[in-house]
């Protein structure tokens, strides 16, 4: 058993030339006799039941979860140094800038591999398989393509600094990793353990972020290991719910909120902070939902009241945006069966609207996009 305020976050020890760190294992009964972490759970837990039902009453919610996705995509890469913004995340490659297709690739990987995780949680449990499967198809192509994509480290990593001499962390040794990820697997599915799931879940992210168990994309993972927690156990009943921007918006608090476990031994300042960003989290979620459904329901009575014999084209448009809010002239035409001219005039009346902006400032081969709807998502 684990009492947070005796509790010790692990052991230094020698390496060849170098000291690591070997976090304690975590599969095992956790207590505490703070006010302030029962306070939190109780409204992070009240703030996410909120989410929950809000969704259930949203139609054709899963047409909004693909922006939730991209978002969280665009800016759990972002942390990590990318620089794709909300917008250029919709593009087709071929649209994308040749200096910025790297950090475009690494977001689309992000969301295929968030996608395809959350599918297999109907098969598959949060697992080494589902995590190393997840992890092959976000390295597949990009910058770390060549460490093992797929497959936990076989050497030592740290983190910051250029070399093990100057790093500012180094997790454990690769010969720890068996022991230690069967220990965080052990301890997702201990369902003995009464531990409410989201300390459950702050506990697995630093666990995993001091794992460090690939040689690239551990922070990746290790924030999407959050949401497919959720919604395994059942906590998360819609993939709406994503850290990332909680933890970009402040970026070294993240980072001193994680450390300061390892260094001081303060797990309890970890569990808070993460406690508050499921709260604030899920109520941004359900205001910006909000507004989702009173942007759809304002725009389907503008198209039905002002685009006359476009009425019918309008609103398949329409649909078509809010799943994939970027669309060229020639994607219209194949969406509503129109020709190229027809096309470009449903186009001007959307730009009349103010419904579509033009993205590249080009007079050929132009793109639009659905720009009062992506301004929802985009991250602050």
Not at 3 to 24: E, H
Not at 207 to 224: A, C, S, V, W, Y
Request: hydrophobic share 40%; aromatic share 10%.
């Amino acid at each position: 058993m684990i009492q947070l305020d005796k509790y010790k976050a692990g052991q230094i020890r020698q390496g060849a030339g170098y000291k690591y760190f070997v976090p304690t294992p975590v599969n095992t009964e956790w207590t505490w006799n703070d006010a302030k972490i029962n306070k939190l759970i109780e409204n992070a837990s009240f703030q996410l039941g909120q989410l929950n039902s809000y969704a259930k009453l949203v139609p054709n919610i899963d047409l909004f979860i693909h922006l939730h996705i991209t978002k969280e995509a665009v800016v759990s890469s972002r942390i990590e140094g990318t620089q794709t913004h909300f917008d250029e995340a919709f593009l087709q490659k071929e649209n994308v800038r040749p200096d910025r297709k790297d950090d475009w690739q690494e977001v689309q990987n992000y969301t295929q591999a968030l996608n395809e995780a959350i599918t297999e949680l109907d098969s598959l449990p949060v697992s080494s398989r589902l995590i190393l499967r997840t992890h092959q198809i976000l390295m597949q192509g990009v910058r770390g393509e060549k460490k093992t994509p797929g497959e936990y480290r076989r050497s030592q990593n740290w983190i910051g600094g250029k070399s093990l001499a100057d790093a500012v962390f180094i997790p454990p040794h690769q010969d720890h990793l068996h022991e230690l990820i069967g220990d965080l697997e052990n301890f997702i599915h201990n369902e003995n353990l009464e531990i409410p799931m989201l300390v459950k879940a702050a506990i697995i992210h630093y666990q995993f972020e001091t794992i460090h168990p690939f040689l690239d994309g551990n922070g990746r993972i290790g924030r999407l290991l959050i949401t497919l927690f959720l919604i395994e156990k059942q906590v998360l009943a819609k993939p709406l719910l994503y850290l990332s921007s909680y933890f970009e918006k402040d970026k070294n608090l993240y980072y001193d909120n994680l450390t300061k476990v390892r260094t001081h031994n303060n797990m309890s300042q970890w569990i808070k902070y993460f406690l508050v960003g499921i709260a604030q989290t899920s109520q941004q979620a359900v205001e910006t939902l909000g507004k989702v459904i009173d942007l759809k329901i304002s725009t389907e009575q503008l198209i039905q009241h002002e685009f006359g014999r476009r009425i019918k084209t309008g609103l398949l448009l329409h649909t078509y945006l809010l799943k994939q809010p970027v669309v060229s002239i020639k994607e219209v035409g194949e969406i509503c069966k129109l020709t190229p001219k027809h096309a470009g005039e449903l186009v001007n009346l959307f730009e009349q609207k103010k419904l579509l902006a033009e993205f590249t400032g080009q007079f050929r081969n132009r793109i639009f996009i659905y720009e009062p709807y992506l301004s929802l998502f985009e991250p602050k």
